[in-house]
């Protein structure tokens, strides 16, 4: 699954980002999902670090993936493999 985190620029540096990737880390295994997958803008090196920190591996990067702010930006690819389910059933 794919997952987004965004906190507000007044809020941010208290942990609340880092508090809430745990908690999705938590429900997505509780849930059985196999891979948690982060796109984070390239040069964002907070949001990398924070994802490293928990366990998180760089699974590629599209270049010029969207422009925004005058400029073209890279999407870099971070996930986490959970303990998924083995055999999943098909629907």
């Known amino acids: 699954i794919e997952h987004s985190i965004y906190v507000n620029r007044k809020y941010r540096r208290r942990g ?19 891979t948690l997958i982060g796109g984070i803008e390239a040069t ?8 490293k920190n928990f ?5 590629g990067t599209i270049e010029k993936a969207g422009f925004k702010f005058n400029q073209w930006l ?16 098909e629907g």
């Open 44 to 51: 964002n090196e907070k949001s990398i670090i924070m994802h």
């Open 74 to 89: 890279d999407l870099a690819f971070y996930q986490l493999l959970l303990n998924g389910p083995e055999n999943p059933i």
């Open 16 to 34: 609340i980002g880092a508090s809430l990737l745990k908690e999705l880390i938590t429900i997505a295994t509780e849930k059985g999902y196999m």
């Open 55 to 59: 366990g998180f591996t760089h699974s």
